[in-house]
């Protein structure tokens, strides 16, 4: 069964470093999502990514953050400058069509610690 | 502004039902969407209700309550799998893609 898959699983960085988190949606699907979840808490949305451009985002999708889908298989969220906040576990997620962006499969997380 | 309620915890025995309740309260509402998340997991799509009424999928149900803005997530003959924290999600309108979860339950099953 396809599946999304996220690479690292777990990114341990420094305060003010820069990060990449990769993911790979599958393959016949359209549309691709990252969403954050802090420990213990709720899963929250960051951006969603349509046809190589972001078609909504997130209060907390500001400028540290963007998006891109450098190749077709491809789909990275960057963090320019890391916080300790951004510390949560960060899943990728993709949808088939716009009429089943209900049912969006998320990719395994990667856990995301910044010390 | 934009909330979900759930309950935050739900105990039940093997081979019993169990129903979790969401309320929402949301700018625009097109759907109601449920997850299963076990701990250390991703979440994984359960069911999605855009009408009123009961959806069945095997021992998992959904209702939707549009003019109450109610759903429940309902499951039967709960095995110790099912433990495990469940989350409703509105998607709240057509032009939108993003999902808007709740707290989540978080579902003890004990034998």
């Known amino acids: 069964e396809p599946e999304v898959t996220q690479t690292p699983s777990h990114q341990v960085t420094q305060m003010g470093q820069e990060v990449i988190l990769r993911c790979v949606p599958i393959?016949?699907?359209?549309?691709f999502y990252w969403y954050r979840q802090i420990l213990g808490q709720k899963v929250e949305f960051l951006v969603s990514f349509y046809n190589n451009e972001i078609s909504e985002k997130s209060e907390i999708f500001d400028d540290q953050f963007s998006v891109e889908r450098p190749d077709g298989s491809n789909f990275t969220l960057k963090i320019r400058s890391t916080k300790l906040e951004d510390s949560a576990m960060y899943f990728c997620a993709s949808s088939s069509s716009s009429i089943s962006t209900y049912e969006q499969y998320f990719g395994p997380g990667t856990r995301l610690t910044v010390t | 502004g934009q909330s979900l309620e759930q309950p935050s915890e739900v105990t039940a025995v093997e081979g019993a039902i169990v129903q979790i309740n969401c309320t929402y309260q949301t700018s625009g509402f097109y759907g109601l969407s449920w997850y299963q998340q076990h701990d250390g997991g991703a979440p994984t799509f359960l069911s999605y209700?855009?009408?009123?009424g009961l959806e069945e999928t095997g021992r998992f149900s959904s209702f939707l309550s549009r003019s109450d803005s109610y759903g429940y997530l309902l499951l039967q003959e709960l095995q110790m799998k099912d433990s495990a924290s469940y989350f409703c999600a509105v998607r709240e309108d057509t032009g939108r893609r993003a999902l808007t979860f709740g707290s989540g339950t978080r579902l003890q099953v004990q034998p």
């Open positions: 209700n855009a009408l009123d």
């Open positions: 393959s016949n699907h359209l549309y």
